[in-house]
């Protein structure tokens, strides 16, 4: 049977869509064709049938996710990317140990702030929900929102850390991989024991953050709501699907803007500083990783 050899375990925007990219490129790696297959949040054996229907990918069972690998052939490195794994920390992490005990975990973080601020532009831009601001969602008490409880890295590695032996898990820090990725690719590379001269195409963002220039038509073009059922219905008699998409996505993209036309405000920015200053100098002693430049 085979089986994963490393984890990506997180975070979400972060980075690791183009890592994911970057580790299928090399050719002693084999990378599960789904990504973000969030297996280990669930302890799947145990689960009712409600909890297993409602998996979104289908991967309920310990059988389905070693199908997810049955393609690999003499690749020396096997691995999967599921950056919530470090969110759901305590779970993952007991059913990562139950079921791989040896593998290799890696952990990509990002500025808490600036991964808070470009998860919450993700949440606008695809119509996620109603998304309160983000100094609205850190005043809560208690902090109920994801988008703010991701960053709070401590606890949750230290958890990984706790279980697994140090020499299993990687840290790596997002401005890292945007100053040099293919230097931090080689050593993710040597970490997972495959040839380390690989160099991966590293010229092309994977994603590009974008806000829409107007919410409101913004939400009419992605959300589900009145004003595309009547236009979706009045141009489906006489408009092809795939043209229908087209003009779609042209919309989309003529009502988008760079993330700067949403800016994070320095008063905003300084009231999350504070938020995350103590998680952060705890993180810092942890990893053994200098992190003042996300204390400034």
Request: glycine letters at 2%; charged letters at 30%; proline letters at 5%.
């Amino acid at each position: 049977m085979k089986l994963p050899t490393f984890l990506i375990i997180g975070v979400q925007k972060a980075g690791t869509t183009s890592i994911y990219d970057y580790l299928q490129a090399h050719p002693q790696v084999y990378m599960s064709p789904i990504k973000e297959i969030n297996f280990f949040q669930v302890d799947w054996d145990n689960a009712d049938e409600e909890t297993k229907a409602k998996k979104p990918n289908g991967i309920n069972s310990w059988e389905k996710y070693c199908q997810l690998f049955a393609d690999a052939r003499d690749e020396l490195a096997l691995g999967e990317a599921s950056p919530n794994y470090l969110f759901k920390y305590q779970d993952s992490a007991e059913n990562i140990h139950r079921y791989l005990p040896d593998v290799k975990t890696i952990a990509i973080l990002r500025d808490p702030v600036e991964r808070a601020y470009s998860d919450y532009l993700m949440h606008v831009r695809d119509v996620i929900g109603k998304p309160k601001s983000l100094v609205e969602q850190a005043q809560q008490v208690p902090i109920t929102s994801f988008t703010i409880r991701k960053g709070f890295y401590y606890e949750q590695l230290k958890y990984f850390f706790d279980k697994f032996n140090r020499e299993q898990i990687r840290v790596y820090l997002y401005d890292e991989l945007v100053k040099n990725p293919v230097e931090m690719m080689q050593d993710m590379y040597r970490f997972i024991g495959v040839d380390d001269t690989f160099v991966p195409d590293t010229s092309s963002k994977k994603q590009v953050a974008q806000v829409p220039k107007s919410t409101t038509v913004n939400q009419l073009l992605r959300g589900q709501n009145w004003f595309r059922s009547v236009v979706s219905s009045a141009l489906k008699p006489i408009i092809p699907l795939e043209v229908r998409q087209k003009i779609r996505s042209k919309l989309i993209k003529m009502n988008s803007a760079e993330k700067k036309a949403m800016p994070l405000l320095p008063a905003e920015r300084q009231i999350l500083r504070e938020l995350y200053r103590e998680d952060i100098l705890k993180l810092q002693d942890l990893i053994q990783k200098d992190l003042s430049k996300w204390l400034d």
